[in-house]
């Protein structure tokens, strides 16, 4: 198993078996992968290449209870536990597709847009309103120009 | 210049809504440089010459009224280097005389400004 996992990183017992079309196939997909006959449902056969690995409800890593004695508390998984077929997608460093967002996305639009509008508003009000210094301009010795200082001879 | 914060926008205010009595930014003066004073007024001396600061390799935007010091400054830090350390005076000489060369521009702008304001009083009336 080292070797497969270190030298191959796959063997076939890793791949899902066909699209289940008949029920004796169906009934050995539940064996398999131990689910409730009632909520066995696999992908599509669309060519995704699922074959007959069920299409589970999304939890993303996130949404799921950390006080809970998970078996693998850093995952947030049991053991024998199945895993999402996009797992890699949902999980607790990638996009969290349960999230209950404390400002609602349309509002966090309107919030970027106005600000970025009340700023451009103060840019095009301001544009013709150049700050600067009040200095006269820098003097340099040339020929044929003199400069005063403010003291009397 | 501390007051920058304040005076800056009212510049930019001032020169929108006002621009007859506010010179722009860097303005060279158009007034006689002897309107308004009693005496004649103190002509500023360059002291460095033009040989010296090609030699120096002053860059040209240094070749201003403070240059004889800039060379001092680095004549000095050539020789102490590398305890430029000792060549702290020369270089506050120098800075002070930067900060007087600001101080005298600020007053030359001050000049313009009040100058317009009068005349465009007179004009006006």
């Known amino acids: ?10 063997n076939k017992d890793y791949a899902p078996a066909p699209f289940p079309k008949t029920q004796e196939e169906r009934l050995a997909a539940i064996e398999k992968y131990q689910v409730m006959p009632s909520q066995y449902k ?7 290449g699922c074959g007959d690995y069920p299409n589970l409800p999304i939890v993303s890593g996130d949404a799921r ?17 199945l895993i ?25 639009v309107l919030q970027t847009v106005g600000v970025m509008l009340g700023l451009f ?33 | 210049m501390g007051t920058a914060f304040s005076n800056l926008p009212e510049n930019g ?3 929108y809504f006002h621009p007859e009595v506010t010179p722009g930014p860097s303005v060279k003066p158009t007034f006689d440089p002897a309107d308004g004073f009693q005496g004649k007024r103190k002509e ?14 002053l860059p040209l935007k240094d070749r201003d009224y403070c240059a004889h010091k800039l060379i001092q400054y680095r004549t000095c830090y050539r020789d102490k280097f590398p305890f430029v350390v000792r060549c702290g005076h020369e ?6 005389c930067q900060y007087d060369d600001f101080v005298l521009r600020m007053k030359e702008y001050e000049r313009e400004r009040r100058l317009l304001v009068k005349t465009h009083r007179t004009n006006v009336m």
């Open chain 2, 44 to 57: 500023r001396v360059m002291i460095a010459t033009e040989e010296e600061m090609r030699s120096a390799k």
């Open chain 1, 42 to 48: 696999p992908y599509e056969d669309d060519g995704s």
């Open chain 1, 84 to 108: 999402h077929a996009e797992e890699e997608m949902y999980a607790e460093h990638r996009y969290d597709i349960s999230a209950r967002l404390r400002v609602p996305i349309r509002l966090q």
């Open chain 2, 13 to 15: 205010f001032n020169r």
């Open chain 1, 121 to 153: 508003t103060i840019y095009c009000c301001l544009e013709n309103v150049k700050f600067f210094h009040s200095l006269a301009e820098k003097q340099y010795p040339k020929p044929g120009e003199k400069h005063y200082t403010f003291e009397l001879e």
């Open chain 2, 91 to 96: 270089k506050h000489d120098y800075l002070n």
């Open chain 1, 1 to 10: 198993m080292i070797y497969v996992s270190v030298r191959n990183h796959w």
């Open chain 1, 65 to 81: 209870d950390p006080f809970y004695p998970w078996d693998h508390p850093e995952t947030k998984r049991n053991f024998g536990e």
